[in-house]
């Protein structure tokens, strides 16, 4: 367990706020509510036990996050870092969204990641599930993929969608042998085509 937090050595002006030496406090909350949260679902999940992982009392992530609905809501925020779309060749579109999200998902493989904690959060919460399709699927891919495709793009994100998170699904959570002994490269190769058709190629009516 980590060393417990002092209210004198590492508290934050008010909740949300707080100098660099409050970073390290917060990072540890954030990890320890992903953990607790995957592990326990929203209403099981207790501040309590989120600051006992953190190694912290209570009154400490009260302090930095206010409720435990703003806390998920800091634990599940996810910015994709979506490359400009607009600045790669057409006939790469695939390519570079394969290579980009492969980074991603092999970036995110541990618990305490925003990325990783909100996909396995999505199969069975529904606060995450709306989260994943809102903040994720509808502000992000989808407005990034109708730069380039603004026909059917709805659609067209929502294929993609179905092959970057079965990749995730069978690699991360359920552990398929051979998703996860194929390497990031082979994964990338292997998907790049499939996104190009999705990005670029007419869809049936």
Same mark, same amino acid.
């Given at each position: 367990?980590?060393?417990?937090?002092?209210?004198?050595?590492?508290?934050?002006?008010?909740?949300?706020?707080?100098? $660099?030496?409050?970073?390290?406090?917060?990072? #540890?909350?954030?990890?320890? +509510?992903?953990?607790?949260? +995957?592990?326990?679902?929203? @209403?099981? #999940?207790?501040?309590? +036990?989120? #600051?006992?992982?953190?190694?912290?009392?209570?009154?400490?992530?009260?302090? !930095?996050?206010?409720?435990? @609905? /703003?806390?998920?809501?800091?634990?599940?925020?996810?910015?994709?870092?979506?490359?400009?779309?607009?600045?790669? $060749?057409?006939?790469?579109?695939?390519?570079? %969204?394969?290579?980009?999200?492969?980074?991603?998902? @092999?970036?995110?493989?541990?618990?305490?990641?925003?990325?990783?904690?909100?996909?396995?959060?999505?199969?069975?919460?529904?606060?995450?599930?709306?989260?994943?399709?809102? /903040?994720?699927?509808?502000? =992000?891919?989808?407005?990034?993929?109708?730069?380039?495709? $603004?026909?059917?793009?709805?659609?067209?994100?929502? %294929?993609?969608?179905?092959?970057?998170?079965?990749?995730?699904?069978?690699? !991360?959570?359920?552990?398929?042998?051979?998703?996860?002994?194929?390497?990031?490269?082979?994964?990338?190769?292997?998907?790049?085509?499939?996104? =190009?058709? !999705?990005?670029?190629?007419?869809?049936? $009516?």
């Amino acid at each position: 367990m980590a060393e417990r937090v002092s209210a004198t050595s590492d508290l934050p002006v008010s909740a949300g706020r707080g100098g $660099p030496r409050s970073e390290p406090t917060r990072r #540890a909350i954030l990890a320890a +509510a992903r953990a607790r949260f +995957a592990a326990d679902g929203y @209403e099981r #999940a207790t501040i309590r +036990a989120i #600051a006992r992982d953190a190694g912290i009392d209570p009154s400490m992530v009260m302090r !930095y996050y206010g409720s435990k @609905e /703003q806390l998920f809501a800091a634990a599940a925020e996810l910015d994709l870092r979506l490359p400009d779309l607009n600045s790669v $060749p057409r006939d790469q579109l695939g390519l570079a %969204l394969a290579r980009h999200f492969m980074s991603l998902w @092999e970036s995110a493989a541990g618990d305490e990641d925003a990325l990783m904690f909100l996909f396995r959060s999505a199969l069975t919460n529904e606060a995450a599930a709306d989260r994943l399709r809102r /903040q994720v699927f509808r502000d =992000q891919v989808t407005r990034h993929i109708t730069e380039v495709a $603004p026909d059917h793009a709805d659609r067209r994100a929502g %294929l993609i969608a179905t092959q970057l998170l079965g990749v995730a699904l069978c690699r !991360y959570i359920l552990r398929l042998k051979p998703v996860v002994e194929a390497s990031p490269e082979t994964l990338i190769a292997d998907l790049a085509p499939t996104l =190009q058709r !999705y990005l670029t190629e007419p869809l049936w $009516p």
